[in-house]
């Protein structure tokens, strides 16, 4: 565990990439930090390919996030290693994803019209459930679902916690479950 000292160090090296897009302040974190980011992905199972990929994604947000930082929320090595988890995550998620030769292409089946009516009615049944959503939840399941926007970037987006997002999104799609049956 770092002491009080060094913590404020990081701290002023932060600010000073915030205020002033500082190159050595960012080195040192970086010479910090980076080994570190890398070890603790490769110990939760990751390639070390895939952890130095996402190492370099981390500190690359360090430097463009660098306002997004708060002391009174986080230590800075609290922040970063938030940052590398969730990065793993979405890098995780990006690679999940089908690829678009993986997708069945060509016409589909004509929908007969006892489906394109049943369609109809539950999107008309869905935006009534939306418009009932508190304002917080609605625009956040807007961002996730129609914007495609990961949790993580909702919260670069809107400063808000990530547990605060998972919430509100997961309260949410528990209203709009109910309002669908």
């Known amino acids: 565990m770092p002491d009080i000292s060094k913590r404020m160090e990081w701290v002023a090296h932060l600010e000073a990439i915030r205020d002033s897009q500082d190159q050595e302040a960012f080195a040192e974190l970086f010479r ?13 199972g990751s390639t070390h390919e895939f952890a130095e990929e996402c190492t370099q994604d981390v500190m690359a947000t360090l430097w463009r996030k ?12 609290t922040w970063v ?6 990065r793993k995550i979405d890098l995780i998620r990006k690679d999940r ?46 961002k996730a679902y129609f914007g495609e926007l990961s949790h993580s970037e ?8 990530l547990g605060t997002i998972k919430s509100r999104i997961r309260l949410a799609l528990d209203r709009l479950r109910h309002a669908m049956t």
């Open 66 to 77: 660098a306002h997004m930082f708060d002391g009174t929320k986080a230590s800075v090595s």
């Open 81 to 86: 290693f938030t940052i590398a988890r969730n």
């Open 32 to 44: 910090h930090f980076a080994p570190r980011v890398k070890a603790f992905l490769v110990r939760s």
């Open 97 to 142: 994803r089908p690829e678009p030769e993986d997708l069945l292409w060509g016409p589909d089946e004509e929908p007969s019209a006892s489906e394109v009516l049943a369609s109809q009615q539950e999107a008309e049944q869905l935006a009534v459930a939306m418009a009932k959503l508190p304002e917080k939840q609605r625009k956040l399941i807007e």
């Open 154 to 161: 909702i919260a670069a987006e809107t400063g808000l916690p």
